[in-house]
């Protein structure tokens, strides 16, 4: 397909999603806040980037064209001055000894100790606990301790500080004395009880996949091997696992047997309240929050019957998110998530050529590749070649699990024969996988050259859903690039 035979969408650029001009505004704002830049500075970012990108790549320009750039430029200074003054990090910590109560609501394995999250009547903290303690989450945790902020290691390009902020939190108690006793009634409990049945009956790599796309639970030899493979997202719930539960739910109440019993409003909210309910059960991880909120605003525009752009969606989306917790912009599955729903949705305001559709998988892997670079310090080349495949694959191999893994899951007997099919599938998968890493086996580190490939590709490919694809836009893409490498 040549550029001059790109579709053009009837409405372009703010008319079409005016909410991407303001994520990208809030973006860099975000970007440069922590590198020092002054905290007015940093806001008045974004208005200028969403007035840049208006004149930049808008070839026509009407006159209500200049009132709307300033409508959107002024509301993102206003969410840019919310956002960065939420990263302000606090300069001193409560002094004296902290005494306190709470549920245990992340436990997750941390260097030798257990780290944990726990929910109290005076916030949320976190405490790093021996692993012999056997804490789990929905125990209720009686605490004595100092409290101290968290911090990131100087030595290390593990930003801690910032991780535990985005799950809410910047604080660590230095326990002094611990008591444990089973929590009440909690969404937690239920996490826990339903992670000890999968320990408990499923063989090992039907569990390790169960654990990750019901309870967000990594084991560490699965995730080494999909780290290898380049498949990582796999294991990660975000918008894959939930667009997979929300779409399985709604073919499921689309079934003329079902609209007979069932309308299609009452269908909508059944399907939501599930939506939400699995994004909480699986941990509420950025990924699938992002995920959730977008697949909620089409619904929301399902039922008052108007049809959403999904650039608009996702961006929606994002923003919510960061108005409701800044720190997630620094969370590197946050960021991968939204790279990809970006790319994805804009591909999707094109009505392109059916060729374009196993290489989206290409297309992602492109464009995350300057983040997980950086943050992993290579990417696996073999990832460019299984993502074609893994995608598809396990929107088929993951609902089929769950069907076979349900007998055993609810104690009938001879549950074991089915898992034990799922266990050989998910076998199957590993030995491609490993020969397909076998064939490539290098790794692809971070690069000035590759990763403005990267950034270009997501950069171009974005603006090029929301405006015609020709010189001005790819001109555009590349002045924006440059732009972002500098404030980067």
């Known amino acids: ?19 991407l001009f303001l994520l990208a505004g809030v973006s860099f704002s975000l970007t440069a806040f922590p590198r020092r830049t002054p905290f007015m500075v940093a806001a008045f970012l974004a208005p ?22 300033s409508a959107l430029s002024f509301l993102a200074l206003l969410m840019s001055l919310f956002c960065c003054y939420g990263l302000i990090p606090e300069s001193t910590s ?30 949320r903290y976190l405490l790093k606990l021996a692993p012999n303690l056997h804490v789990q989450e929905g125990n209720r945790l009686s605490f004595t301790g100092y409290a101290t902020i968290i911090r990131s290691r100087p030595d290390s390009s593990f930003q801690e500080d910032l991780y535990w902020r985005a ?31 999968i320990l408990l009956v499923f063989p090992p790599r039907v569990r390790g996949y169960l654990l990750a796309a019901l309870l967000g639970v990594r084991d560490p030899d699965l995730a080494e091997a999909h780290r290898r493979w380049g498949t990582s997202h796999l294991l990660a719930v975000s918008g894959f696992h939930v667009g997979l539960v929300v779409l399985g739910a709604w073919s499921l109440l689309s079934m003329r047997k079902m609209r007979d019993i069932l309308p299609r409003r009452a269908a909508l909210l059944a399907v939501s309240g599930l939506l939400w309910f699995y994004t909480l059960l699986a941990g509420g991880a950025p990924g699938a929050f992002r995920a959730a909120l977008m697949i909620q605003a089409l619904f929301v525009g399902k039922l008052l019957g108007r049809k959403g752009s999904p650039l608009n969606s996702v961006s929606l989306a994002a923003i919510i998110l960061l108005l409701w917790r800044p720190d997630w912009f620094f969370d590197v599955g946050w960021r991968l998530s939204v790279i990809a729903a970006l790319l994805l949705s804009a ?17 992602v892997w492109l464009a995350t590749f300057p983040q997980i670079s950086a943050t992993f310090g290579e990417a696996p080349i073999a990832g460019m070649l299984l993502n074609l495949a ?17 007998p055993s899951l609810l104690g009938i007997p001879g549950g074991w024969l089915p898992a034990g099919i799922a266990e050989g599938l998910f076998l199957l998968w590993e030995q491609c996988a490993d020969t397909a890493s076998s064939i490539l086996p290098w ?4 690069h000035p050259l590759f990763a403005a490939i990267g950034g270009g590709i997501f950069i171009l490919t974005v603006a090029g859903g929301v405006f ?11 002045i924006f690039l440059l732009s972002a490498v500098l404030v980067g």
């Not at 015609?468 to 590349?478: E, F, K, M, S, Y």
């Open 468 to 478: 015609p694809l020709r010189g001005r836009t790819v001109a555009g893409a590349g």
């Open 48 to 69: 200028l980037t969403v007035w840049g990108l208006l004149l930049l790549f808008s070839e026509r320009r009407p006159s209500r064209f200049f009132p709307y750039a």
């Open 347 to 363: 591909l999707a305001e094109r009505r392109l050529a059916f060729w374009i559709l196993p290489a989206s998988s290409l297309f």
């Open 443 to 446: 790794n692809l580190s971070w």
């Open 1 to 19: 397909m040549r550029m001059d035979e790109v579709p053009f969408v009837a409405a372009e650029g703010a008319a079409r999603s005016p909410l």
């Open 390 to 406: 893994a995608l598809p694959l396990f929107s088929v191999l993951y609902p089929l699990c769950c069907i076979l893994a349900l």
């Open 94 to 123: 409560p002094s004296g000894m902290i005494r306190d109560e709470g549920t245990v609501i992340l436990e997750r394995p941390w260097g030798g100790r257990r780290a944990v999250l726990v929910d109290a009547s005076s916030g």
């Open 167 to 197: 799950r809410g939190t910047s604080l660590e108690i230095m326990p002094e004395s611990l008591s444990r006793k089973d929590g009440g009634f909690s969404l937690s409990r239920w996490r826990t009880a339903l992670r000890k049945r």
